[in-house]
């Protein structure tokens, strides 16, 4: 009974190149959400995703981020040129999209140097 | 503009004891609210939630309240138990059940002495 599983645990990037999040839902889970935390914050929505279909991206930066959710694989979330300010614990989370809480992964931290 | 508000960072209460942590909100529009609780290099966990339409949801040792008119909820364990040591974000959503998106307090770190 896998969670939701994140990969890698750990990224870390030099300033300017681009970092990969893959997010796998729990199983049966047809929505997918990114969250991010900062030091010392609590969690921020980013994006709401359904398969194939950007639901809320209302979160998201509008430059140098996008996710994507396709048909078969894991949740993407990309970050382009990356800079300091990116570093954080990324969080994903996913439900079966029916009265049920999100079910969060252990997230990926990713550090910018 | 912070919508969901823990005032206190951290929380020190004696195994056995009753823990009490708050939280404030100011958008008006919430309607679910919840607590999760996070363990370091883990992600939340689910641990309780209310509706708008109750004041309280009680699960074996957690019970939250609920007061709407001052914005207000609370999250009570009792007795607190070591394990119980954590972070905990209060969070809260516009929409039914919880499963849209949620705006998260700072957190309160809650440490039970033994």
């Known amino acids: 009974n896998a969670g939701v599983m994140q990969n890698p645990r750990h990224l870390v990037r030099r300033r300017g190149q681009e970092a990969r999040l893959r997010c796998s839902p729990m199983k049966g889970h047809s929505h997918v959400y990114w969250y991010r935390q900062l030091p010392e914050e609590g969690l921020k929505f980013m994006v709401y995703l359904q398969k194939e279909n950007i639901i809320d991206e209302s979160g998201m930066p509008k430059e140098r981020f996008s996710a994507e959710f396709p048909k078969e694989g894991p949740s993407i979330l990309r970050i382009q040129q990356v800079v300091r300010g990116d570093s954080a614990a990324y969080f994903c989370?996913?439900?079966?999209?029916?009265?049920?809480?999100?079910?969060f992964g252990n997230g990926t931290r990713l550090t910018v140097t | 503009d912070q919508q969901v508000k823990q005032n206190s960072p951290s929380l020190s209460v004696q195994e056995g004891r009753i823990s009490i942590l708050n939280c404030d909100y100011t958008?008006?529009?919430?309607?679910?609210f919840l607590w999760y609780k996070k363990y370091p290099a883990e992600g939340p966990t689910f641990l309780i939630s209310i509706s708008s339409i109750k004041d309280k949801n009680e699960d074996g040792r957690f019970t939250v309240f609920l007061n709407k008119s001052a914005k207000h909820l609370s999250l009570h364990i009792v007795p607190s138990q070591p394990g119980d040591s954590a972070v905990y974000f209060c969070?809260?959503?516009?929409?039914?059940?919880?499963?849209?998106?949620?705006?998260f307090g700072t957190g309160t770190r809650l440490t039970i002495i033994p």
């Open positions: 969070a809260a959503s516009v929409g039914n059940f919880g499963n849209e998106k949620l705006t």
């Open positions: 958008n008006s529009m919430f309607d679910y």
């Open positions: 989370a996913s439900s079966p999209g029916t009265n049920s809480p999100l079910h």
